[in-house]
């Protein structure tokens, strides 16, 4: 290449570099003028150029290149060593990627904000007050127990949320939505498919900023009672049900039997404003009268029913404080003005919280799981920073020659620490590309596991975003940092008389001494995990073979809503025993009854109890249900004292109760309580007789204590269950039971059917996903351990050859070399598991309230954790010992 | 980061001493040194100007654009103050140096 051209490449466009080719310019023709040969100048400028361009780049270009030199070189000399390479590689795949899975559910489920414009500036508009508001029969959504009679709850009625969001001024937009109801939409000629169903106020698309991507959104006008049924169908319902065309607007489809029209699709990715809750259907708050008709017939809007949550968007550089203040207010005037209130301690205070988020996607319980993850997953990657630190170390002993020749060779120190962190880099960078890879295929199953027996329209979006490869790509950088900085700083403090004189022994500190500790800190960090996955473990067991109190195999749920299909209450009597009917006409099917409240289903009723003579108090309380007849018998419930709900108790007006051992022990004492009556509101308490004493069984959650439960004579409402006692697997019946609901009515489908294991299962869910990924990360906490334990024994082992060479030639016998070994190994294991004592006992004490019936310091974890150890420090000085008893003196000694 | 280099130090010092004199445009500076040293010094143009742009890098010195004594224009380079008292360390240390190898010379 020409030395003009070379210039011009180099200096191409830049002025600076004009100047210099100006510079060069005088230099040589001033040279040319004195007589010298011209062409020898001009070869000579040619290094000019190359010198005079790394002067010029100084900083960041001249870095970046020599820093790309460095990492060729680097991986150079990592194609030299593919075994410590992969070992490197796949440690860091491992620790990387399970960080990456967790942080990629956490991220989905609790930070990452909504899909929708400025979500900074949302705010959840929610009320307190001293019990329930006295004209409130109903309140859906979240309702917070606080300190004493304290209430924080998040909906209001129809009618209080249009007022507010009419003459409110504080927020730009205030937008009210329903939860999520479960609806049956008929497309063209399909069968009816369950879909979630939000309803929403008239603005909510255009308050959101989430306009849809074809259509329109809803009008204000449109969110009116009697007014024809619009409505907004997700971008996922629109491809997956709808296909996916233009042609979809002004179709109507059917919802609960109800024509409603299709105004627009909302965009992709919008998911409503609960991570993890996929809405398919959006519609006006006033369609809830039409689609959800209570009893069968079209009414008005229940005014005491209380069900919109409210979001607003605050006005850009509005002050906090003065929004919650004026909405409070606004609030308190209507009231007031309503004429229902005039005591402001009755009327409920409103309060806004942020929105960022949209509504809480988790439960405490498994927000917590979550973040007890994150931390077990951190507790992996220093595991396997230690690990890799250490075969690091392993090899810079190896290296010791080459920095201290290239150090002879006048390579600066700080040269040499670049370009092992530079390698560390590179291995960071395969391992975390691996690691994200990993982590995308772990977070997937990890969430498939969460979502067990929980429907399509609940899941995450688990999508690789640039928040997860941004956190991926620094913990990759961070651990980097942390396992490459001790190898750096050894190969750049390389000692050039020591290295050079090619003995390798000094090099790395005669003892070991960093590697023994990293060892030490690995075991300590598999106590943790160990201690931690036992614990986690032990309480799954403890909750999975708690005693139900009925058969828990062999039993499954068949569920369907007739109403939806337009069933009026008088019709759905006859229809409910004809389907019972057909559900007992299939083989394998022993009983089936009707219950209110699936057992263990995680829902339920309570309520206090009125008893005669006594005081209206909130200590005699009563879990309630409502069954038919055979209920006891097919759930296998053992009669106690007295008779079951029969037959002829099915009535509207029935008087007569079954209660449980509990309720009969705790209420009526030493008494016979056949025959007692109780009610269950305040001005009744002569309502119910009680006719039967049945055995206690769990009612909606493994974790409660004995609690008492009335059973009252069943009557339908808006979903029917029944439940099926089988003799076969009762999963296989699925198919059996849907083909039979259709055979009576195809126009009502199956909605749910679920077998008694499965709902249990889901109950579970959490703490068998903490179970579970705690367990699979215990195991693999345990391989790092052995394998860093095992990998520096064999390292010392060969290292100490000659002295080993030294004690047999001396008259050691094998045994004693092995002992020798051993010891070493249970030296490192010992104080590692007593540097992990301390961080053991504090994991403990952060799953303490996830245990179940299981103290912290429960001794069969500790022992187990400890003997699990024991076996690996064993175990892991089982090759090293044995090579160690091999060698032999004569060639051991010769290599000296 | 310049390279401690113990000949393109002492490159930078008789550039520093000659530009005390005057500002003055590198084919100068290489002109100077090869004349005052009767030949014996020869600086090359590949070390000469990237040592020259590396001093203005490090602000020991200067530069602009004039017009040379031939009627051309010539990029000229400027001692600054950091450059005087720069040349005044160095030449101290230089001056120990020699001396003290002077002193070697002589008595072994």
Redesign the interface.
């Known amino acids: 290449m020409g030395m003009w051209s070379r210039i011009r490449k180099t200096f191409r466009g830049d002025r600076h570099n004009t100047e210099i080719q100006e510079e060069l310019e005088f230099h040589l023709q001033m040279d040319a003028a004195r007589g010298h040969d011209h062409r020898q100048t001009r070869v000579r400028l040619g290094n000019v150029t190359r010198i005079a361009e790394d002067t010029r780049a100084m900083g960041i270009v001249e870095w970046l290149d020599s820093a790309l030199q460095d990492a060729r070189y680097g991986l150079r000399q990592l194609r030299k060593t593919p075994a410590l390479v992969l070992a490197v590689v796949l440690s860091l795949t491992v620790g990387v990627g399970a960080n990456t899975a967790i942080f990629s559910l956490v991220d989905a489920a609790i930070l990452r904000p909504l899909p929708v414009k400025d979500p900074d500036s949302l705010r959840i508009v929610e009320w307190t007050n001293e019990g329930f508001p006295a004209e409130v029969d109903n309140i859906n959504g979240d309702v917070k127990h606080g300190s004493g009679k304290q209430i924080q709850a998040s909906s209001v009625a129809a009618w209080l949320y249009r007022r507010l969001a009419r003459e409110q001024t504080t927020f730009e937009a205030l937008v009210g939505i329903a939860d999520p109801d479960n609806v049956a939409l008929a497309a063209g000629t399909a069968p009816p498919e369950h879909v979630s169903l939000q309803y929403v106020s008239g603005n909510f698309f255009q308050g959101l900023g989430a306009l849809p991507v074809i259509g329109r959104p809803f009008r204000d006008e449109e969110d009116r009672v009697g007014r024809e049924t619009i409505v907004i169908v997700s971008h996922r319902l629109w491809m997956r049900r709808l296909g996916g065309g233009t042609d979809v607007l002004d179709r109507t489809i059917r919802i609960n039997n109800v024509p409603a029209r299709i105004a627009g699709v909302a965009p992709p990715g919008f998911f409503g404003l609960k991570a993890g809750q996929w809405t398919d259907v959006y519609a006006p708050l006033a369609a809830r009268v039409a689609f959800q008709p209570r009893g069968g017939d079209l009414r008005g809007e229940d005014d005491s029913d209380w069900w919109v949550r409210q979001v607003g968007r605050m006005k850009p550089g509005a002050p906090e404080l003065t929004a919650g203040v004026q909405i409070a207010g606004l609030f308190r005037t209507l009231a007031v003005r309503e004429g229902t209130k005039t005591d402001p301690k009755e009327i409920p205070e409103l309060i806004t919280l942020p929105g960022r988020r949209g509504f809480g996607a988790l439960n405490t319980r498994d927000a917590n799981a979550l973040w007890i993850l994150m931390l077990l997953v951190g507790v992996l990657l220093l595991m396997v920073s230690a690990n890799v630190t250490n075969l690091l170390l392993a090899r810079s002993v190896g290296r010791q020659r080459e920095s201290a020749v290239r150090l002879a060779l006048g390579a600066a120190r700080t040269r040499l620490f670049r370009q092992h962190l530079i390698e560390s880099g590179v291995l960071a960078l395969l391992g975390g590309a691996a690691g994200l890879a990993l982590g995308y295929v772990l977070a997937q199953s990890i969430h498939l596991l969460f979502q067990t027996g929980r429907d399509a329209s609940s899941a995450f979006d688990l999508h690789l975003d640039l928040r997860v490869l941004g956190y991926t790509g620094a913990l990759s950088t961070l651990t980097a940092l942390l396992f490459g900085l001790a190898p750096a700083v050894r190969a750049a403090r390389a000692d050039l008389g020591d290295a050079l004189k090619a003995q390798t022994r000094s090099v790395m500190g005669g003892r070991l001494r960093l590697p023994r500790f990293l060892v030490s800190m690995q075991i300590a960090l598999c106590l943790t995990a160990l201690v931690a996955a036992g614990l986690l473990g032990r309480s799954l067991e403890n909750l999975k073979w708690v005693d139900v109190g009925f058969d828990r195999e062999n039993l499954a749920y068949a569920s369907v809503s007739p109403g939806r299909a337009g069933y009026t209450a008088e019709r759905t009597g006859p229809y409910l025993d004809r389907v019972r009917e057909e559900l007992a006409r299939l083989p394998g099917v022993i009983r089936v009854s009707t219950v209110q409240t699936r057992l263990l289903s995680g829902g339920g009723n309570n309520g206090r109890v009125n008893f005669p003579g006594r005081p209206w108090s909130d200590a005699s309380r009563s879990n309630l249900n409502r069954v038919g007849e055979g209920f006891f018998e097919t759930l296998r419930i053992p009669l106690v004292a007295g008779r079951t709900i029969e037959r002829r108790d099915l009535r509207p007006d029935a008087g007569t109760v079954v209660v449980d051992e509990v309720f009969a022990r705790r209420y009526f004492p030493n008494e016979n309580p056949l025959g007692r009556r109780f009610g269950l509101d305040p001005k009744n308490n002569n309502r119910y007789e009680i006719v039967g004493v049945v055995g206690n069984s769990m009612y909606n959650s493994l974790r409660s204590d004995a609690y008492p439960t009335v059973y009252e004579p069943y009557s339908p409402g808006a979903t029917v269950h029944f439940v099926i006692r089988t003799t076969v697997d009762s999963t296989r019946l699925a198919e059996g039971v849907r083909r039979a609901v259709a055979s009576v009515d195809p126009s009502v489908p199956l909605t749910e059917f679920r077998t008694q294991t499965a709902l249990i299962d889901r109950t579970l869910r959490t703490e068998r996903l903490l179970g579970f990924v705690s367990g699979a990360f215990g195991l693999v906490a345990l391989i790092l351990a052995a394998i860093g334990l095992g990998g520096l024994l064999a390292y010392a082992v060969a290292r100490r050859t000659n002295e080993i060479g030294v004690r047999m030639a001396l008259g050691a016998a094998a045994g004693d070399v092995i002992r020798m070994v051993l010891r070493d190994s249970l030296w490192m294991a010992g104080a590692g598991i007593l540097i992990g004592l301390p961080c053991a006992y504090a994991i403990a004490g952060v799953l303490k309230t996830s245990l179940f019936r299981l103290e912290p310091l429960d001794p069969l974890t500790a022992a187990l954790s400890f003997f699990a150890l024991l076996a690996v420090a064993v175990l892991a000085a089982w090759i090293p010992a044995r090579r160690a008893a091999r060698i032999d003196p004569m060639s051991a000694l010769r290599e000296e | 980061m310049p390279k401690a280099d113990n000949l393109q130090g002492s490159l930078e010092l008789l550039v520093m001493k000659i530009l005390r004199r005057g500002p003055n445009?590198?084919?100068a500076i290489s002109s100077y040194i090869q004349e005052s040293s009767d030949e014996v010094l020869r600086v090359?143009?590949?070390?000469l100007?990237?040592a020259l742009?590396?001093m203005t890098?490090a602000g020991l010195l200067k530069a602009g654009?004039r017009m040379?004594e031939?009627g051309?224009?010539?990029?000229f380079y400027e001692l600054t103050v950091k450059g005087r008292r720069q040349l005044e360390a160095e030449q101290k240390k230089w001056r120990a140096i020699s001396a003290a190898v002077a002193k070697i010379l002589r008595t072994a």
């Open positions: 445009h590198g084919f090359e143009a590949g070390s100007y990237p742009h590396r890098e654009w040379s031939a051309r224009r010539a990029r």
